[in-house]
């Protein structure tokens, strides 16, 4: 793995604010607290299109998807990125089970791949760096 460099501190340090903004913690507080479809339909039903909830979710999803693309498209060091947010992979393991129908269903089969990219990088991070850690983490987030 690369150095991780000033840039990518600074990049970083950038993505924290962004989080800090006050209609991302009102969606990063309401997806921590009640996100947890199991299913595609357990999601639109807790998101049904034009609601509240579905606009939170996807102030959540989106903002960890472009800030995967960074680490994917090679722009920040992952290992810098994974050890200072675990939420980016909380965001990951509640989306992973049923993001395959939703490509399907949306009929877009590149739907979300940063995510999915960086958030299988990251559980082999935690994996490697952690042995144990992403089964107490997932019980935890469940």
Not at 52 to 79: C, H
Not at 116 to 142: H, W
């Amino acid at each position: 793995m690369a150095q991780a460099t000033y840039d990518d501190a600074n990049l970083l340090l950038r993505l924290y604010e962004l989080r800090r903004e006050e209609k991302m913690r009102e969606a990063r507080a309401w997806f921590v607290a009640h996100f947890k479809p199991k299913t595609f339909e357990e999601m639109v039903h807790l998101c049904p299109p034009g609601s509240a909830e579905n606009a939170k979710m996807r102030q959540v999803i989106t903002y960890w998807d472009m800030a995967a693309s960074f680490v994917t498209m090679g722009v920040l060091n992952p290992e810098m990125f994974y050890a200072n947010n675990r939420e980016f992979l909380l965001v990951w393991l509640r989306l992973r089970p049923y993001l395959a129908e939703m490509r399907e269903k949306y009929g877009d089969a590149q739907y979300f791949k940063n995510l999915e990219a960086a958030g299988n990088m990251n559980i082999d991070f935690l994996n490697r760096t952690s042995p144990g850690a992403l089964e107490a983490f997932s019980k935890r987030v469940g």
